[in-house]
């Protein structure tokens, strides 16, 4: 079975500071993964996936994750943290039998 | 074009109810999925339903939990005989089709809260 786990239910870092949010999965497939973000009494929005190809994969509001396969991680970062960052991260895998799995959750706090 | 809708966007509910939490699916997406976000949890996975082929009912949680989808449009999930801990948000995503690369999109929950 996919999983993923989110390392640190909660971070908080200065504006202009690098964002990093840890997420490691777990895929006896090769995994497609994504990363949603979750505004303050808003949807899940999309921020960016991996699914074949390059490993850096760059997403909206200047988010970048790495796929590394050896390390099983798909960490979500972004060199200067602006406060409308403040939100709740998911990571989130799926396989071959088209589940898909979410991790649960990293909440961003972004000090002025 | 329109997002997905779901409705309601709260209900208040007494222990041992029913309920039935509605969602229309982006236009022309084939697939349609259903979670439940507990508080300070991440989303876990309920139902999908992929054009008219049976639905993947593994992530229900009882036999209380019941979902249908109307071809490829609206779907509802109902809650039979409601107990405290069904207390979440409900959230619906739809995708284009059911392969594993396409992005889901969601819609903006409901709030359940069984008293």
């Known amino acids: 079975a996919q999983s993923v786990t989110q390392l640190g239910s909660h971070v908080s870092v200065s504006e202009g500071a690098l964002v990093l949010l840890r997420c490691n999965y777990s895929?006896?497939?090769?995994?497609?993964l994504f990363w949603y973000v979750q505004y303050p009494n808003q949807g899940l929005q999309l921020l960016l996936k991996?699914?074949?190809?390059?490993?850096l994969v760059k997403g909206i509001n200047g988010f970048e994750a790495e796929f590394k396969k050896s390390e099983t991680s798909f960490h979500l970062t972004k060199p200067s943290a602006h406060m409308s960052d403040a939100a709740e991260y998911f990571c989130?895998?799926?396989?071959?039998?088209?589940?898909?799995?979410f991790g649960a959750g990293t909440r961003l706090t972004v000090k002025p | 074009g329109a997002g997905v809708s779901q409705s309601p966007s709260n209900k208040v509910t007494e222990k041992g109810k029913d309920v039935e939490l509605r969602c229309d699916p982006i236009?022309?997406?084939?697939?349609l999925y259903w979670y439940r976000q507990r508080l300070g949890q991440g989303l876990e996975f309920l139902i999908y339903?992929?054009?008219?082929?049976?639905?993947?009912k593994s992530g229900l949680p009882s036999d209380r939990f019941s979902a249908e989808r109307t071809g490829e449009s609206v779907s509802t999930l109902t809650i039979q005989r409601t107990q405290q801990e069904d207390s979440a948000v409900y959230l619906c995503?739809?995708?284009?089709?059911?392969?594993?690369?396409?992005?889901?999109?969601f819609g903006p929950g409901t709030r359940l809260t069984v008293l």
């Open positions: 995503a739809s995708s284009l089709e059911l392969a594993q690369y396409n992005e889901q999109f």
């Open positions: 895929s006896s497939v090769p995994p497609y």
């Open positions: 991996y699914t074949t190809g390059a490993t």
């Open positions: 989130a895998v799926r396989g071959n039998n088209n589940d898909m799995r």
């Open positions: 236009s022309g997406h084939t697939a």
């Open positions: 339903f992929q054009g008219n082929s049976a639905p993947d």
